[in-house]
């Protein structure tokens, strides 16, 4: 789960480091050799971003709170767990003057958590995701502050998981997500930055970054 691309947005010529606090909660249906599983899913992060250039490297490591899986294979709780990812993006246009905002992004992530059957406490597997993702991301930078744009994702990446002792490989039913979002340069070298996934995956995410 991640921001389509536009933490770090903010950043210029004078500020070439940005660090950010973000979370967020995620939907989405996984699919086990034909059976499906929704995942819901709250996780927060903390994200480096360096942008030396129109190229950004960005990398986050952050937590996965709690959350459920729940399907025709059992129905099952998240426990907290780990998520990292790493990230490139390159920006061909910066949304000044008269030009769109635009930008594209590829992404490694991976997140595990144990979960436990709700209805067997002794059943209590690990879940494990990987995540390779390509983003793009249109907008349009107005008022020098406000940066609204639409995001569109594509992904994919096998999923563990031993329900009841089986050991599967899953994957994502969908593999896209079509976002719209919004980022706000706020003063003290600030940027509030929200995201809705409203296709596909299922996401809401927020955060708040300082550049310097």
Known sequence: MGLTGTCGAALDDER????AVTGGAL???????????QLREASVAATFTWRPSAL????SLGAVIAGTLDGPLGNYDLKPGVMASAAVAYTFLDGNGPRPYLAVSGSLSVATAGTQS???P???PTFTATDLRVSGV???RLFDVWLPYVGVAVFGGPVWFSPGGQSLTGSDANHYRISVGSSVSLPAHLELFVELGFLGEQALLGGLGWAF
């Open 16 to 19: 070439r480091f940005q660090i």
């Open 118 to 120: 709700t209805s067997n």
């Open 56 to 59: 950004s490297v960005q990398v």
């Open 27 to 37: 939907r989405t249906d996984l699919v086990f050799d034909g059976d499906r599983q």
């Open 138 to 140: 249109l907008g349009k």
């Open 122 to 124: 002794a059943d209590r």
